[in-house]
């Protein structure tokens, strides 16, 4: 009954935002399409607002879930018209705060103490509110300022009604529309369904967080909070509160004189650095999320937040990336055909040069603009839909990475629009193919190695003995097995010999018994002779 309800809900939203009209232009069959101008709310209910802007407001009236879809959706500019993208891209966490009662009750239980055992201070006003959890100030008992995250009671079940509600609609557009099936759009659902199964559970975003906390420890370019592990459960989180300045605060960051170029370019430093030294990106770095600590501005040092959605890439991952920009850049499009090819990216079948062709078409336009007006996201993105025309098959990894890319080039643009994104990430993307693949990156692994060859080094003796027993027995066995060979080639051999004998006995009998002479011979010849010719004959056919 509560699906039910839901449903008729949802129905109720699609109507009044008028939804109806994305359909318009598929190419739906004939009984589609008049059923649908038949239905009322057309002619009741006007569509006046931009299309994306009427999505965007039924996502939000649909409720938390909806609303964290919507900004999931957003990321993925390969798939949605950009006009729809672009404003998707404004959802923000609008969702009411619940009542404190329920926070407060919500951690005792989590963490079995009352609020005034667990806390010096505790503030029940929330901080922030988000569609997964909200924020409450705190100060420890050994006076350190604090926040505590805490999931929504009940968000659990609402996502899982949700969610099945996103699986039918996805499964319903693929099976009606053939351009549906292309947008993956129950493949996406169901990274949605991953992506908020992991930000239900605060310990993997703890996790997450003090991992790239020992990545950047002592560094000047990221700071990271730190994780109070006795304080953090499922459901509650409590980590270190950060001072920054919003880094979308423009004017903030002015009056504390920030050096713009050296924070953009800073941000494309971090981006690399996750990407291509640690592996692990953080995934979600839109503004929100985003800090500029105010200590010293000419020296500027980002602080980070919201640990939920984090990303890695494998090593193959990493240098087919790295190898795919600077072939780009250089305008080698073989090249850049061939490495989609060989990481697996798209097909082994696919014509090579037919490939290169529409990797022409669509990048040689962005060379006719300067360096610094290309947009590294926008090139990955070109290059990825124009993959997709050839069947390449959805790379999770890489639409996380380009939704990260995208967020830090929008944002360095933001804060510095000179910023030339190429020429501050070619450097550090050579440095790394040269440590990859040169004499630095051969010793390194060596070091890596040494301990495992120094700990098989006393069990190379008998490894080398076992092998030549080995090689000795299967030897030894060979040779046995080539003697048997010949013997039963022998003995066929024998027994042929023997049966066209005994043949030939039995012809030339044949012939002679059928001469004259031989009749009154025979007739003649007594019984011991009889004896004697059997008993030849069994000696020769053995």
């Known amino acids: 009954m509560q699906r039910l309800f839901r449903s008729l809900k949802i129905g109720f939203i699609l109507i009044r ?62 798939l949605l018209p950009l006009d729809v993208a ?4 404004y959802l923000q966490d609008r969702v009411p705060a619940f009542p404190s009662d329920q926070a ?100 993997k975003e703890a996790a997450n967080a003090s991992q790239l906390r020992r990545n950047f420890e002592q560094s000047p370019l990221l700071y990271i909070p730190e994780i109070f592990w006795d304080y953090t459960k499922q459901n509650v989180l409590v980590m270190e509160q950060i001072s920054g300045i919003p880094v979308a605060d423009i004017e903030q960051l002015h009056a504390h004189n920030v050096n713009m170029k050296l924070l953009a370019e800073r941000g494309v430093e971090i981006f690399f650095t996750q990407v291509f030294r640690d592996s692990f990106f953080h995934a979600d770095m839109h503004p929100g999320n985003i800090f500029v600590s105010p200590e010293n501005g000419q020296d500027p040092q980002y602080i980070a937040v919201d640990f939920g959605i984090v990303g890695s890439l494998t090593l193959e991952d990493q240098s087919y990336l790295a190898r795919n920009l600077l ?32 990797i ?20 990955l993105l070109g290059l990825f839909q124009t993959a997709r025309r050839f069947n390449m098959e959805v790379q999770p990894q890489l639409v996380l990475l380009q939704k990260t890319l995208l967020n830090v080039e929008g944002l360095g643009r933001q804060l510095y629009p000179e910023l030339d994104l190429w020429q501050t ?10 440590e990859r693949v040169g004499p630095k990156a051969v010793i390194k692994t060596m070091l890596q190695q040494a301990p495992d060859w120094i700990e098989k080094l006393p069990q190379l003796p008998q490894l080398a003995y076992d092998v030549l027993q080995q090689a000795k027995t299967q030897q030894v066995q060979t040779q046995q097995l080539q003697l048997q060979m010949q013997l039963k080639q022998l003995d066929e051999s024998n027994k042929r010999r023997k049966t066209s004998l005994l043949a030939g006995v039995c012809i030339i009998a044949a012939l002679w018994f059928g001469y004259e002479p031989a009749k009154v011979f025979m007739e003649q010849l007594a019984w011991q002779g009889w004896v004697f010719a059997v008993l030849a004959l069994y000696i020769i056919s053995k």
Request: charge should be neutral; include cysteine.
């Open 327 to 358: 072939a780009f850049f250089t305008r080698d499009y073989r090249q850049v055909a061939q490495l989609h090819i060989d990481s697996g990216w798209v097909p082994a079948a696919t014509n090579v040069t037919a490939f290169e062709t529409a």
């Open 360 to 379: 022409r078409s669509v990048c040689e336009p962005i060379f006719e603009k300067p360096l610094k007006d290309i947009s590294f996201g926008q090139v």
């Open 425 to 434: 990430g070619k450097p550090y993307l050579e440095e790394w193919m040269k």
């Open 86 to 89: 672009d404003e998707l891209k």
């Open 104 to 203: 407060i009750a919500i951690i005792e239980k989590a963490l079995g103490k009352p609020v005034e055992e667990l806390f010096a201070e505790f503030d029940p006003q929330p901080l922030a509110s988000a569609s997964v959890a909200q924020v409450h100030r705190t100060v420890l008992f050994s006076g350190e300022k604090a926040v505590v995250k805490v999931i929504r009671p009940g968000i659990d079940k609402i996502i899982q009604k949700d969610v099945a509600l996103l699986f039918t609609l996805a499964r319903v557009i693929e099976s009606v529309w053939s351009e549906g099936r292309r947008l993956h759009l129950v493949e996406v659902v169901a990274e949605y369904e991953m992506t908020l199964a992991d930000e239900l559970d605060l310990r």
């Open 17 to 78: 935002y008028r939804l109806d009209t994305f359909v318009d232009s598929l190419p739906l069959p004939w009984y589609l399409r008049i059923l649908l101008h038949l239905m009322p709310w057309r002619y009741l209910v006007p569509a006046t607002a931009p299309r994306g802007e009427r999505l965007r407001l039924a996502l939000e009236s649909l409720g938390p879930v909806f609303i964290k879809f919507g900004q999931v959706l957003s990321t993925r500019r390969d």
